[in-house]
């Protein structure tokens, strides 16, 4: 379980050289005195064997001068050597033992070396010079407890109280001591007497919630928790925690709003905030505070992209579509690697028809994850959307290397390529490779009503093609633009009035915003001799933003001109 709060920390500080200032009437030589400095400038530049070398130097000319051991000291203490830097500090602080500073560093140096006998030795004489010294209490009672010896430890923690005054730092080291030494009861009586004598400091309610929690005794951590929040509310890890505890017990309200108030608390970590959030976003109806939970996240933790990651699928989930790709996009601006939300932006930029965009992030994404298939697929996809036909052969040609054991994915690269082919009017490399993509995945009816529709608008194998789309509209007999292929067809046989059904049947209404069905349309109209009727349908097609470049000479003219996209 994760701690509250730091409750009593010690202060283990090594500083940088401390003062180099001289103890002593020794007089040196010139020479000495630069070695010396030469020593000072050599560490302060971060040149540690070569400081070593001039401190030395001087050594073999003073052995008993005290700067010149702590300078070496602090050198090693650098060089994370302990020993060596524990040696020099011992030895300066023993020419001038009434320098605190040396002994303070000793002391201390003997705790990170586990030598606690030693340091707690120079800690007792330390107390004796500065009682009121707080770090030197806690070192001391840190050497005590990884001793085992409670009773000391506890001994050293009075002293301090008589010293200092109470505090409910000491209670709570008291506190830990005794359950260290597993004497729980007396543990938990000095926290509540404390806790009746220091009321409402959360940092005791906190400990008697840790401990209780991780020793199984729920309902009195339950209870504690309820205590802590009220006095301490801005505490994310104990709103974090009743938030959970609540919704466990079946009481979801309050469960959920302070599960709501630990993200937006400082104490829980990224990871357990995104945790509530996932679990917020899986509910069958949007919690109402989301999109406020989850821009708070982004401006919390701007650099990271799970933050971001999270609104995009927020976004995502409530339909706003520019929203979620504007999020997963900063999530990749933070992290570029991670290849899930690269595949959401590709996918949701080629589904609403953002080819622009694709095209710039489907290279993007290739040049982090050369090895995906389907980003290339995307990629060619929206080339050939925007008839860069050529450069889309490529892209496509390249990505299907990568396809392994995914017959229907394979399938989808040879149907683009074969759009490739028809925009470059290589019929016969079109076909080619859209009758590969039908015979790997036969049950793909997209795939076979795209085929259909290119051999009709190509005017190519109308009876291959008639029966493509009729392999489709018999699994999915009331798809639109199944239908409106097979009135296409029928229309390119001549068969107006058969052609004029389908292209009913997919419009659905006059008022219908299919472009190309209503073009459709206007374009059987006219076969069958229905002229105003035809320019009606045209004119609307126009409206609807329709891509046939000799439409506005249908209109002008009022007469039938075969499409041309």
Request: glycine share 6%; proline share 3%; charged share 25%.
């Amino acid at each position: 379980m994760n701690k509250f709060i730091i409750l009593f920390g010690i202060s283990i500080f090594f500083g940088s050289c401390g003062s180099l200032v001289k103890k002593k009437t020794v007089e040196h030589d010139a020479a000495y005195i630069h070695s010396f400095h030469e020593g000072v400038r050599f560490k302060l530049n971060g040149q540690n064997q070569e400081a070593i070398d001039k401190f030395n130097a001087c050594l073999l000319k003073d052995e008993q001068d005290d700067a010149t051991h702590f300078a070496l000291a602090q050198i090693y203490l650098n060089m994370n050597d302990l020993e060596q830097a524990s040696i020099h500090t011992k030895r300066a602080s023993e020419i001038d033992p009434k320098n605190e500073h040396y002994q303070s560093e000793l002391a201390f140096m003997f705790v990170e070396l586990k030598k606690y006998e030693e340091a707690i030795s120079v800690f007792e004489k330390l107390l004796k010079k500065a009682p009121n010294n707080q770090s030197y209490y806690a070192g001391e009672i840190t050497c005590y407890s990884a001793l085992g010896n409670v009773k000391k430890g506890i001994d050293v923690l009075t002293r301090m109280e008589n010293n200092l005054g109470a505090n409910p730092g000491i209670s709570i080291e008291k506190f830990k001591l005794l359950v260290a030494a597993h004497r729980d009861e007396e543990a938990i009586s000095v926290l509540k007497e404390a806790k009746k004598k220091f009321e409402d400091e959360p940092m005791i309610i906190a400990n008697l919630v840790d401990y209780y929690l991780q020793h199984k005794r729920y309902q009195e951590g339950f209870e504690l928790l309820k205590e802590l929040v009220l006095v301490d509310p801005n505490n994310g890890m104990a709103l974090l925690m009743l938030g959970d505890m609540q919704m466990q017990s079946g009481d979801l309200k309050n469960g959920l709003v302070n599960l709501k108030a630990a993200i937006k608390s400082a104490g829980p970590s990224i990871d357990q905030k995104m945790n509530v959030l996932i679990a917020l976003q899986g509910q069958e109806v949007m919690d109402p505070d989301m999109e406020s939970l989850v821009k708070y996240m982004q401006k919390t933790y701007p650099k990271e992209a799970k933050a971001h990651s999270i609104a995009g699928d927020y976004y995502f989930k409530v339909h706003q579509v520019a929203e979620a790709v504007q999020a997963y996009k900063a999530a990749l601006n933070c992290d570029p690697n991670v290849y899930p939300i690269w595949n959401q932006v590709l996918a949701l930029e080629y589904q609403y028809n953002q080819f622009d965009s694709l095209i710039v992030d489907g290279e993007k994404c290739i040049s982090f994850f050369p090895t995906q298939a389907v980003p290339y697929f995307l990629y060619g996809s929206a080339l050939n959307q925007k008839k860069a036909y050529q450069q889309a052969i490529g892209v496509l040609e390249s990505g299907i290397e990568f396809v392994v054991k995914d017959a229907d994915l394979n399938a989808e690269f040879l149907g683009q390529m074969g759009e490739s082919y028809f925009g470059l009017m290589k019929s016969k490399e079109a076909q080619a490779s859209y009758d590969k993509a039908v015979g790997l995945s036969p049950q793909n009816t997209f795939l076979k009503n795209n085929y259909a529709y290119r051999l009709a608008l190509h005017e190519l194998d109308l009876k291959k093609a008639e029966t493509l789309i009729d392999e489709a509209l018999a699994i999915y007999p009331s798809e639109a633009l199944y239908l409106d292929t097979k009135g296409f067809i029928l229309f390119q046989q001549a068969k107006y009035q058969e052609a004029k059904n389908y292209f009913e049947q997919s419009c659905g209404t006059a008022g219908s915003t299919n472009k190309l069905c209503v073009e459709h349309l206007g374009d059987v109209q006219f076969m069958l001799g229905k002229k105003e009727e035809a320019l009606s349908y045209w004119l609307r097609a126009k409206e609807l933003g329709s891509e046939n470049k000799v439409l506005d000479q249908k209109i002008i003219q009022k007469n039938y001109a075969k499409p041309i996209f």
